[in-house]
């Protein structure tokens, strides 16, 4: 990671609806290649917007969202997934009518360079043991790996990934801390929305602070301990 590099994703301004709720105020930010970026704030900041947003799931938006060079806004969601971002919903999204291994299948390739199913069993080896069994018959826990061993495969290199720890218990959460560090270490990008920063204070190089729909805070993770009074009193912890 160089944050004197070309971000590979900047937002300026970016305002968000939900029919007329105005909920996004101006979101500006932006992710360097391989870095780890959070967005911290309370439930209803506007962080799950802001990623249906840059997906381009808000019927109405505005502002700009340059993935690479080449602006979003105005695209429909599956010419901006095909510029190689994904994500993994907070509800995660695993098909009941199919198996581990048919929903891991299931997204296309969009460009190059996506794990093989192989190397994403190396990652997840629980899923690799279950791969016949039904979808939602999966743990929590698994059906998260699953959810998120899914975009891998398609060649992504941003992956937006909502809350995917929440509900977890806590060994399956040092789990998924263990994978998000392992994927930057391959060279992917990450924008992780969370509402613990201490679990995000183990993986992320820095952090996003978001309230009323707009970013008040960034905090580099090598800062955390001396603004973790400020970041309580923001996040209400």
């Known amino acids: 990671m160089a944050e004197t590099s070309t971000p590979l994703l900047q937002v300026r301004d970016l305002q968000g609806y939900y029919g007329e709720s105005h909920v996004l105020h101006g ?3 932006d992710i360097h290649p391989g870095e780890v970026v959070t967005l911290l704030g309370r439930n209803g900041a506007g962080k799950t917007t802001t990623m249906r947003a840059i997906m381009g799931l808000l019927r109405k938006r ?11 806004i105005g695209l429909a969601p599956n010419y901006i997934a095909r510029l190689g ?4 919903p907070e509800e995660r999204g ?6 581990v291994r048919e929903n891991l299948l299931l997204p296309p390739v969009v460009l190059p360079g996506g794990l093989t199913l192989d190397e994403v069993h190396e990652l997840f080896p629980r899923l690799e043991e279950r791969k016949y069994s039904q979808g939602t018959k999966l743990s ?3 059906q998260q790996m699953l959810a998120i061993a899914r975009i891998l495969r398609t060649g992504a290199k941003l992956l937006l990934l909502d809350e ?3 509900g977890l218990a806590p060994v399956i959460v040092q789990h998924i801390g263990e994978i998000i560090r392992t994927l930057k270490k391959k060279g992917f990008t990450v924008l992780l929305v969370e509402q613990n ?7 992320a190089d820095r952090h996003y602070v978001v309230e009323h729909g707009r970013v008040v805070d960034m905090v580099p993770n090598d800062k955390i301990a001396e603004n973790a009074a400020r970041l309580e009193s923001l996040l209400g912890v």
Not at 197 to 203: C, E
């Open 94 to 99: 695993i098909f009941s009518s199919l198996n």
């Open 62 to 72: 505005s502002g700009s969202v340059s993935y690479q060079g080449t602006e979003t």
């Open 140 to 142: 929590g826990g698994e």
């Open 197 to 203: 920063f201490h679990f995000a204070s183990t993986v």
């Open 27 to 29: 979101m500006s930010f």
């Open 85 to 88: 971002i994904a994500y993994c």
């Open 164 to 166: 995917p720890t929440e």
